[in-house]
């Protein structure tokens, strides 16, 4: 079974720097996309990085510039680097990643999310 499992989240001052890290484990042929969501209170969850295979970015409007997103496929992680992060950037952030499974037709994979809170 596919997991994917986020780590890194907290409290940061604005302005301040957090790295969050994903993990793949379970039992697959390949990860394609990866990727970073986020929903905050009353809002809808929004994609706000990807990165394809071959280490293609793209970003929301919202964060680029600011936040980077990397991956290890060695290591079948990914990882955002947020820099002078603002309140509004308080949300919770989930992991996301087009896996292809030994024993699944599912593609859409996501982790259990790790709270981002910026606050003075």
């Known amino acids: 079974q596919v997991q994917l499992v986020e780590s890194g989240g907290g409290l940061v001052q604005p302005g301040g720097s957090l790295r969050l890290s994903c993990a793949a484990s379970g039992s697959f042929f390949s990860i394609y996309d990866m990727g970073w969501e986020r929903q905050a209170p009353g809002k809808q969850r929004e994609l706000v990085a990807q990165?394809?295979?071959?280490?293609?970015?793209k970003y929301s409007v919202s964060v680029k510039g600011r936040f980077t997103i990397s991956r290890d496929n060695a290591k079948n992680t990914v990882y955002l680097q947020m820099a002078s992060l603002k309140p509004e950037d308080t949300a919770v952030y989930y992991c996301?990643?087009?896996?292809?499974?030994?024993?699944?037709?599912?593609?859409?994979?996501w982790g259990q999310g790790t709270q981002v809170t910026v606050s003075p």
């Open positions: 990165i394809s295979r071959d280490g293609e970015t």
């Open positions: 996301a990643a087009d896996i292809d499974a030994y024993d699944s037709i599912e593609r859409d994979y």
